[in-house]
Structure formats: C-alpha cells, structure tokens
C-alpha cells in the first residue's frame, strides 16, 4: 500500500487544523476548501523534506520561508492572506514561539513517519 505526495500534504494540514483548532484558531478551512496556494505549499514542504531526508526541522521553516517570499508574502505582525502578510517570515526558526515551532515539528515528524508510505 502506498499514498501520494498529495495525500501526505493533506494528512499534514489537518494535523495542523487540528494542532490550530486545540490552540483557539479556527480559522484553518478542510483540505478540500483550502485555497490552492496554502495546498501547493504544503505539497512543496512534503516533496522538499522527501528530497532532502537530512533536513531538520528548522530547514523546513526556512523553506517555507523562501517560498512565501518568492510567492510576494512579506513579515508583519499579523497573517493576512488577501495582503499576503504572514508573522512567521519575520522570524527565524530558533525565534518562533513554541507552538508555530510545534506546528513545524508536526509538519516534519508526519512526513517523516509517512515518508515508507509515500510514492508518487
């Protein structure tokens, strides 16, 4: 038995729904309502750690990172997708606070327990 680079993202993001929903943010939509750009990075996260299998999870954020900016997302202090505004690209990982470090950790730490199950 095996799962898609896609299937993987979306078990990834309903963690972190999940992981949001226990912390008072609701504001994370299903998989299936999720706008495209929130899907392809986290099918873009899953496919940059099953190609770097060295990575750590600070490595993670930092690709994630870079991929926002590329995307025209800038630092400021509160999310804002119509601006496309996102804290966490203000700050290095080392900096985060635990929970958005947590989410990182979740993120990784999935993929890593999936990554014999995925094939695509």
């Not at 008072?24 to 939509?29: A, F, I, T």
């Not at 804290?87 to 635990?98: A, N, V």
Request: glycine fraction near 4%.
């Amino acid at each position: 038995m095996s799962i898609s680079i896609t299937d993987a993202a979306k078990v990834c993001h309903e963690a972190h729904r999940a992981f949001c929903a226990a912390l008072g943010d609701h504001s994370q939509l299903p998989w299936e309502e999720a706008p495209g750009w929130l899907v392809r990075s986290a099918v873009n996260s899953v496919t940059f750690l099953l190609d770097n299998p060295n990575a750590k999870t600070s490595d993670l954020h930092e690709f994630w990172m870079a991929e926002k900016r590329r995307e025209g997302w800038a630092g400021a202090e509160n999310k804002d997708e119509e601006l496309k505004t996102h804290p966490g690209l203000l700050m290095l990982y080392s900096r985060l606070p635990l929970e958005q470090r947590t989410k990182d950790q979740l993120f990784y730490n999935i993929v890593s327990a999936l990554r014999p199950l995925i094939k695509d």
